[in-house]
């Protein structure tokens, strides 16, 4: 095969394999191979895309946002461009540099939004108004360059596109914040089926002791009553006795009494 016709080899920049100018994409020059391992995502934050360098990684954070996050905490919305990336006041750092080049931002009359340096940018042509005009008609085939585009453009279907990472990694975290809640649920289950527990055995056990005393005043009670009634038979019967024998002494005493009289009276024979 002569060297005009064999096609021209290209390293990947991270495999340093070599494939031919079709297969890289574009910019980074990184095979299919590398491009399924190492996707470009966008940055949760300041939503600039990015290279992971680590397989399997789903972390979405770039390095620089990830060292701010370090040094300064989570970030808040900028009150500018709204992207979540304000770590030092209340404006991203894009925001910042472009006030301090620009000026500030000054409200859109189409997207009726403040932009960071509107005032400042010179009038571009609108190409959407521009007549077409003709490509010239590939007759080997697409260039190279334009073959690079293609193989670069993201598939919306892809696993490995950013926004699909993206949404995976924050159905992750609703799942795990989701599970975390259900166990705390679970738990504070758990303690309350336990006080429950708690409180019926320390009320059947006061149930039983208020029965246990209840029993016992019952039976003191009885047999004081029948105490009672047992001196009262026995003093019933204490006065019954009492009441005959003053009823036979009245009678003894009454038969003495008319006894002495009968003997004082006129029909004795008297003293000589």
Known sequence: MSS????????????????????????????KECRGSYPVVKCTYCRSEFQQTVKGNTCTICKKCEQNVKAYGKPSACEYCNTIAAFIGSKCQR????????GPPVTCEQCKQKLKGHNKRPHR???????????????????????????????????????????????KEKIAHLQKQLSQKDNQLLTKDRQITDLKAKNFTSETELRNKMKLTEKEYESKVATMQSKISTLLKEVATLSKSTKRADRLAATKNEASTNSGSGTDSPIP
């Open 125 to 171: 042509v609108d190409v959407t108004k521009l007549p077409p005009q003709p490509e010239p008609a590939e007759v080997n085939g697409p260039t190279p360059l334009k073959v690079a585009r293609m193989v670069g453009v993201h598939d919306p279907h892809d696993p490995n596109s950013s926004d699909h990472v993206v949404a995976v990694t924050q159905l």
């Open 95 to 102: 925001c910042t540099n472009s006030e301090k080049r620009y």
């Open 4 to 31: 005009n016709n064999a096609k021209a080899l290209f390293a990947c920049s991270r495999c340093f394999g070599r494939h031919p100018f079709e297969e890289l994409s574009p910019g980074q020059q990184l095979c």
